[in-house]
């Protein structure tokens, strides 16, 4: 039983484009959201975080949005650069305990 | 530098043959948590430290086994692998907005 669900195993985008990566949930206990990005032979590491109180959030060209009706978040890069390719992968957890439960992974290819 | 370490960084064992894969974390962090990434299966979480002395399990424990003695260090203990533990595993502490810091990984082969 997968809490968290990248359905997109890929993605390729043209350099300068937007990147949409989509994650679903099914647990409406779930109030904090995280994507985090890895590269090759490193750790991911932390990219923007959303909470439920909030429907989107920016950090330069990283822009989160959540809706929580459809258990639905997408991660959109502004524009895309080719070193934005990489494993994206979306986790959830409820605040406050510590657990959080992370998707498949969405590897993005962005194009020169 | 703020940093997770993990040691070693790549392990080929027998199975039946214990082993320890080390973790540090320079960011005075309190809580600390190792996960295991498999293809197709993203990140599982194994055990997870709230501080030193408490830990408890994550969705994945079987066959590890862990230790928090101080705040900086949570070692992963396999007291006998098997196979089904060939893995890559990232070790973890977490920030005050819930972002975690992941360390380099440990790549483990049990024959």
């Known amino acids: 039983d997968q809490q968290v669900k990248q359905n997109s195993p890929s993605l390729s985008v043209q350099e300068g484009r937007i990147s949409i990566l989509n994650c679903d949930y099914t647990n409406s206990m779930f109030d904090y959201f995280l994507w985090y990005k890895k590269y090759p032979a490193e750790g991911p590491t932390f990219l923007i975080s959303?909470?439920?109180?909030?429907d989107k959030n920016e950090d330069g060209r990283f822009t989160v949005f959540l809706n929580k009706s459809a258990k639905h978040l997408s991660l959109h890069i502004v524009p895309s650069q080719p070193g934005d390719s990489a494993v994206y992968f979306c986790?959830?957890?409820?605040?406050?305990?510590?657990?959080?439960?992370f998707g498949t992974g969405t590897r993005l290819k962005v194009l020169a | 530098e703020a940093q997770v370490t993990q040691n070693p960084r790549y392990l080929i064992t027998v199975t039946g043959k214990k082993l320890t894969v080390t973790c540090s974390q320079n960011?005075?962090?309190?809580?600390m948590s190792w996960y295991r990434q498999d293809p197709g299966l993203g990140l599982r979480q194994i055990y997870y430290?709230?501080?030193?002395?408490?830990?408890d399990k994550g969705d994945v424990p079987e066959g590890y086994k862990v230790s928090r003695k101080e705040k900086r260090n949570f070692p992963l203990i396999l007291e006998s692998p098997s196979p089904n533990q060939t893995s890559l595993y990232f070790c973890a502490s977490m920030g005050q907005r819930y972002e975690q810091y992941f360390g380099p990984g440990t790549r483990l082969t049990v024959t």
């Open positions: 959303i909470s439920s109180i909030k």
């Open positions: 960011m005075n962090h309190e809580y």
């Open positions: 986790a959830a957890g409820v605040s406050g305990t510590y657990k959080y439960i």
């Open positions: 430290s709230m501080n030193v002395e408490v830990t």
